[in-house]
């Protein structure tokens, strides 16, 4: 069982609307959670922890933490085409060391 | 945040052969990881590089294919040995600044063996 799950997509959005990204996970002591961007051929860029129940907004981003269903989303308002990326979700499994990643979600947003 | 300066970027590399992967961190930093993204995968741990004594693998991964060197707090090295097109990846250095914390990441090397 993979211990963060992500829907690999495609999602393809058009441009303004709200993109939601989505993930699971399994390790029910986990604690944080970040969402990465990653361009192609380029490294992950970190855009957002959560580490609390609940939203946090950050510009256009907002990140949704439910641990009751161990579930993380990210919402991408007004969508860009410049968003266009995959997003991993990460988390931590066994402790606070290991730091481990989803699949990814690739995310098209078309003008 | 720390600088991270991950060298070679890319490489292509003949199959038996080794290479080695630096990583300098402009600050001095506990936390130290390897990380590899094979094509079109996301990213798996290789190890745990620690400053003064063995790297700590994970599941899949030994020290014999994978050697790690982390002599002080702001570098560390990755080699990848007697290399197979299978080893072909991009190969991530990152760091953390403390316990639960986020991870930033190197440029990367990406890596393609013939």
């Given at each position: 069982q993979k211990e963060v799950e992500q829907n690999s997509g495609p999602l393809s959005v058009p441009e303004g609307a709200i993109a939601s990204l989505n993930c699971t996970y399994?390790?029910?002591?986990?604690?944080s959670f970040f969402w990465y961007r990653q361009y192609s051929g380029k490294s992950p860029e970190l855009i957002m922890s959560i580490y609390s129940n609940g939203d946090k907004e950050d510009g256009r981003f907002t990140a949704q933490l439910n641990k009751a269903s161990q579930y993380v989303s990210l919402l991408i308002r007004d969508s860009q085409p410049s968003d266009s990326a995959t997003y991993l979700c990460a988390g931590f499994s066994g402790g606070y060391n290991k730091l481990i990643f989803g699949a990814g979600t690739r995310l098209a947003v078309h003008p | 945040s720390a600088v991270i300066s991950q060298k070679p970027s890319r490489d292509i590399c003949q199959r038996g052969t080794s290479l080695t992967i630096q990583c300098q961190v402009d600050s001095q930093v506990t936390m130290m990881f390897w990380y590899r993204q094979q094509p079109g995968q996301s990213l798996t741990l290789i190890a745990t590089a620690n400053q003064g004594s063995e790297a700590t693998y994970e599941s899949g991964f030994v020290i014999d294919k994978f050697p790690i060197s982390r002599p002080n707090l702001t570098f560390s090295t990755l080699t990848v040995s007697n290399m197979s097109p299978e080893d072909s990846s991009i190969y991530l250095c990152s760091l953390r600044t403390g316990i639960g914390t986020e991870a930033f990441f190197g440029q990367g090397t990406r890596l393609t063996v013939v």
């Open positions: 399994s390790d029910r002591g986990s604690q | -």
